[in-house]
């Protein structure tokens, strides 16, 4: 167990509509990063955020949203769901904002299901 | 753009053989993470390296680092049916002036061991 939490596990819903992933970070770690897994494109690297703040951007589209709240957790919001966006979405965590020399700690995943 | 790429990408072999996953990066980078994942689950760190020459050993795994040609290896002694998932180095691109950083992933080795 990695200490990092998902919640939901899964999520079918339709196009066009709107969801919200939360993650809670490892006791202690302060940056939250959010990646997203397709068979396709791999493992793409969305957005980071240290102790509330945005720290860098990957490949996130425009009608996604992450913020991360005073207590650490971290929510991504998706919105205007296509069927591309169907995939599986990880949070990670770390202490640093940088890389620490340390690996990042992956949660579970949720798997969003568009249809 | 950092690329980061593994080859191969599918590996079938019987138990009790040998095999080298190589992992190939783009740019000068001296911290490399190998990865595990088993099917629908999370992402399990194996391996940090952190210098060129670097060597670590787990088990039946054994990774490698050479900075100079960008390049890592992953070699697998003697596999077991045990060691079947999806393997996954990556390399980090620390933006120091950001105080921000990000793992870019290979596509990832789908390992099958074989009884």
Known sequence: ?115 | ELKVEQNPLFLSMQEGKNYTIYCNYSTTSDRLYWYRQDPGKSLESLFVLLSNGAVKQEGRLMASLDTKARLSTLHITAAVHDLSATYFCAVDMEDSGAGSYQLTFGKGTKLSVIP
Request: aromatic share 12%.
């Open chain 1, 1 to 115: 167990d990695s200490g990092v939490t998902q919640t939901p596990k899964h999520l079918i819903t339709a196009t066009g509509q709107r969801v919200t992933l939360r993650c809670s970070p490892r006791s202690g770690d302060l940056s939250v990063y959010w990646y997203q897994q397709s068979l396709d494109q791999g493992l793409q690297f969305l957005i980071q955020y240290y102790n509330g703040e945005e720290r860098a951007k990957g490949n996130i589209l425009e009608r996604f949203s992450a913020q991360q709240f005073p207590d650490l957790h971290s929510e991504l919001n998706l919105s205007s769901l296509e069927l591309g966006d169907s995939a599986l979405y990880f949070c990670a965590s770390s202490p640093f904002a940088g890389t620490g020399y340390s690996p990042l700690h992956f949660g579970n995943g949720t798997r969003l299901t568009v249809t």
